[in-house]
């Protein structure tokens, strides 16, 4: 479903991406982990368009992407943002803010499509009406689920998805789009700091620092612990919790 | 480590009077803490934050405090006037905010803002304090003290802006730290390196510390000791090193919703909320 090969990419002078290679089937869940400036959201943005200056291949859906994203590749492709807060216009209502990627791909029928999305997230239809500022940090980002869904899409980009939420409501939403992986056939690109989250989540996984695939493991070799570079060994023990001991083990990786 | 009781507080309520009525943010909390490490646990809205607050009299002006004792030695904190806070906050009681990038001035260096910190309880001449301020720069493992010292907040990273709050908030040598949220706006390796050095001082300098996090597992692994907060209530009070004994359903439940590493995909079990808990 989703192919990148070599990818490259600068922000100005910066070198953010080196030669990233990710390949996802379809109705497949990857996930990419790492740290700050990594480069996993980046991977994220260019596949949607975001970034500008990049190099290398970005096939999706057996199509090469050229530097333009046409309305046909937003259809198929949907993205959903880590802030709950800040990727909602606070002054539309959900009605308002699903309704319109429907007018702008021009699919009609938006009234019906409004509530079966609130349907699909779960969300009562009394939410239609509200503003974002009315909803809880976990209804919000149902809704950003929902706009990304209204257009039927067959990818979803999802870019730290549950780390501002609290992890009664984290585990609330990670059911919520594992069952809609199940039910719409979708295929999931997840980008997490949380090893645990995206071990959970994807089926395959691979670790970024500084821009580069460190190490790519699958859910059961995270489960049984057996990773290779040193890098992906520390952040592995980082999600253990706090040990005095080891903290004193870490490197830093600049 | 002594048994004496540093702080004391007693059927702590804060209530905020809003435009759509009052909020009772905390109901009720009553603890004594000695010099050991609390820990303080709930999701957001629990209270966790406003008990930390009330402590050291930073509850909003739209709030009102109440207790049946709030006593650090044998100071009454809640008769204190704001003279006399202004010589527990900082020197006796510190607080390490979440944010360096909103909690540390953005036009002044940062090393005028520990010498800030540092002279305001201490008299000393500026060559003294300058070198004071190096010295905690090299105590929280900041690697190039004199570059820091110069730089602006904006200039250095998020692990090192806090560690630079930790040196502030650690140079008037106070007794007790409250800590709310101080590593998570930070990596997880960045995050423990933080914990340790916070760890390492607190234990050198024998201070008592209240540690605020919305991390169950971060946290017991961290203190001695941890209440769990649900709208405004302690529902539980655990030993960390008995998480796993944990008997109140909700902590339970934030226990069991945390997703594993043990490749299993099925569905994570959700947080049933009663009403009965938020029952005080």
Known sequence: ?254 | MSNETLLSVKNLEVTFDTPKGTVNAVRGVSFDLGRERLGIVGESGSGKSQTGRAILGLTAANGRITADEMKFHDLDLATLTPKQWRKVRGARISMIMQDPKYSLNPVMTIGDQIIEAYREHHKVNAKEARHRAIDMLEAVKIREPERVFNSYPHEVSGGMGQRVMIAMMLIPDPELIIADEPTSALDVTVQLQVMAILDDLVRDRGMALIFISHDLQLVSSFCDRVLVMYQGLVVEELKASALHEAKHPYTKGLLNCLPKMDGDHSDLPILEREASWAEG
């Open chain 1, 1 to 254: 479903m989703i192919e990148i090969n070599k990818l490259n990419a600068w922000f100005d002078d910066n070198h953010v991406l080196k030669d990233v290679d990710i390949k996802v089937p379809k109705n497949g869940s990857f996930g990419l982990v790492g740290e700050s400036g990594s480069g996993k959201s980046t991977v994220l943005r260019t596949i949607t368009g975001l970034v500008d200056d990049w190099e290398g291949e970005i096939i999706v859906n057996n199509k090469e992407l050229g530097p333009k994203r046409d309305k046909a590749f937003y259809r198929l492709v949907q993205m959903v943002f880590q802030d709950p807060f800040g990727s909602l216009h606070p002054r539309h209502t959900i009605d308002r803010i699903l309704t319109e990627p429907v007018n702008i791909h021009g699919l009609g029928n938006s009234d019906a499509r409004v509530v079966e999305a609130l349907n699909q997230v779960g969300l009562d239809n009394a939410f239609r009406f509200r503003y974002p500022h009315q909803l809880s940090g976990g209804q919000r980002q149902r809704v950003a689920i929902a706009r990304a869904l209204i257009l039927e899409p067959k990818i979803l980009l999802l870019d730290e998805p549950t780390s501002a939420l609290d992890v009664s409501i984290q585990a609330e939403v990670l059911n919520l789009l594992s069952r809609l992986r199940r039910e719409l056939g979708l295929t999931y690109v997840m980008v997490s700091h949380d090893l645990a989250v995206v071990a959970h989540m994807c089926d395959d996984i691979a670790i970024m620092n500084h821009g580069r695939i460190v190490e790519r493991a699958t859910a059961e070799q995270l489960a049984e612990g057996t990773l290779e570079h040193p890098y992906s060994q520390q952040l592995y023990k980082a999600a253990g919790g706090y040990d005095r001991a080891i903290v004193d083990t870490f490197v830093d990786w600049d």
